[in-house]
């Protein structure tokens, strides 16, 4: 069972819930998610869906709960308390359970279920830091260190593990909600690591689709792109520093109304810059294989970790979060290391070759680090 009361679980998005119950599936595990009614709409903004009961996209069933109708919307989501959770878990008798974020009132419910059914095995993940996390006085006081942190302290006698999905996350639960290192265990965001003739056979078949030829070097950006994602950066940067034809700059996403109109402009001032929309989780996938360079300069992203995946090298925002993710396979942005600089540096090391070994060095960590077929299996033992 995947618990994502803490979070959302949306229907065919590539996000780590998502992943690993879909690994989980094809493991041959029965597998159900009870999740919140929130969801993205067309403008991938916050929405709600109706409770219910379905079969997924992913293979799983999901039952969908709402939130408590005895208290306002606002409050009742922030608190995370569901109408039938412990009900539910009862009927459903899962042997393993895996709880997807730390805060959230429904935890109580999983500790009453493992006092009354105690060979249940329990693994929380955590996904909170103090980047998106605890910002501000009121939500890191009463919220977080008061209510959440309280409930999870409450937890710790009855998990397993409590799984981390970064660096800055560990250090998050940690120091900030008194975790003991002895229950944390570092558990990236993966993705699908690729076989060999899976690789060439996807990259080959998306660089004719889209256009790329066998010898252009081709950068990619995705996702939800806004001002904290440094696209118009990004653009800028690839305009005046990569000059040659055989060079280009795709982007699959979703373009906020405040980078919009600017992103527009620099795409419409450049041939080689080209704007695909936003991607399903295959087609993704392809455009990652397609791709030789991977471009996150702003905030994280579980993209990257399918870049990594699908053997792009990497030029990633300077945190330490990314730094498992780094060796020999990119670049890390930062004050000495420009926007600027990199692409430049990564133009010539694809005029001599050197970026085939980065390719295979992030294959490499993908797979040692990143593989949703290892990491499923760590909840399991």
Known sequence: MHMCLSCFYIDGYSYQENEIVAQNVKDGHDVVVLASTETFNDKRELDYLSASSYMGSDGARVIRF??????????????????????????????????????????????????????VKIYLDSHEDFNNSARGFVSRFFLHYLF??????????????????????????????GAPDTLLEFFPLGGAVLSDGEYVGRRERAREQLGVKPEDLLFVQTGKMD????????????????????????????????????????????????????????????????????????????????????????????????????????????????????????????????????SNESHRIAAELLDYKKLSQRILV
Not at 148 to 161: A, D, G, H, N
Not at 297 to 324: E, F, I, N, W, Y
């Open 66 to 119: 709402d939130y408590w109708k005895w208290l306002p919307h606002k409050i009742a989501r922030k608190i995370r308390g569901f109408h039938g959770i412990y009900k539910q878990l009862c009927a459903e008798k899962p042997d393993v359970v895996l709880f997807h974020g730390l805060c959230a009132w429904e935890l109580l419910s999983l500790i009453r279920y493992k006092k009354n059914f105690p060979d």
């Open 148 to 177: 959440y942190r309280t409930i999870f302290r409450m937890s710790l006698p009855y998990v397993e593990k409590v799984l981390c999905i970064s660096k800055d996350t560990t250090l998050f639960v940690s120091d900030f909600y």
């Open 227 to 358: 001002s904290v994602k440094k696209i118009i950066e990004s653009l800028e940067a690839f305009s005046s520093v990569a000059t040659s034809a055989n060079v280009k700059f795709y982007l699959a996403g979703y373009l906020y109304d405040d980078v919009k109109e600017r992103a527009l402009e620099l795409i419409a001032s450049d041939d080689r810059i080209v704007y695909l929309g936003w991607n399903s989780t295959e087609d993704l996938r392809s455009l990652l294989c397609a791709a030789d360079v991977y471009v996150q300069p702003g905030s994280q992203s579980a993209t990257m970790q399918m870049s990594l995946c699908c053997r792009c090298v990497v030029m990633l925002d300077d945190v330490l979060s990314h730094k498992p993710f780094v060796t020999t396979n990119g670049w890390l942005l930062n004050a000495e290391m420009s926007l600027e600089r990199a692409f430049a540096e990564a133009v010539r090391s694809y005029e001599n070759r050197k970026i085939f070994e980065m």
